[in-house]
């Protein structure tokens, strides 16, 4: 099964932006639902931006709609995050997921996790 390993974490200061990214241990036959998602220590996961990999229109968070930007590099096997206008809010640990589904890519249960990476955002 491919594995997924994110970096560009760190603490940053609200304004400014940021690239996430997430690498898969191997190329995949065919299109999967791939999404970044972040957590909060005491809340839920929630899901931050998805897109599926065979084309089509990426799903955002209201919350950062306008502000983050998902996209990918399949020759490179890499998931990306872009996140703008930072704010203290967007502080979380970000994980990168896939799941190969016919669902909505916005409804599917993803399967297949990476260990995350931790964003700081200070004011």
């Known amino acids: 099964q491919v594995q997924l390993e994110e970096s560009g974490g760190g603490s940053v200061e609200a304004g400014g932006s940021t690239k996430l990214s997430c690498r898969a241990s191997a190329k995949t036959s065919g299109a999967l639902c791939m999404g970044w998602f972040r957590q909060t220590p005491g809340s839920q996961r929630e899901s931050v931006a998805t897109?599926?990999?065979?084309?089509?229109?990426?799903i955002y968070a209201e919350s950062v709609k306008g502000r983050f930007a998902i996209s990918q590099n399949s020759a490179e096997n890499t998931l990306h995050l872009l996140m703008s206008s930072r704010k203290p809010e967007d502080t979380a640990m970000y994980y990168c997921?896939?799941?190969?589904?016919?669902?909505?890519?916005?409804?599917?249960?993803?399967?297949?996790w990476g260990q995350g990476t931790q964003v700081t955002v200070s004011s």
């Open positions: 897109i599926y990999t065979g084309g089509g229109r990426p």
């Open positions: 997921a896939a799941v190969r589904t016919m669902k909505l890519c916005e409804e599917a249960e993803y399967n297949i």
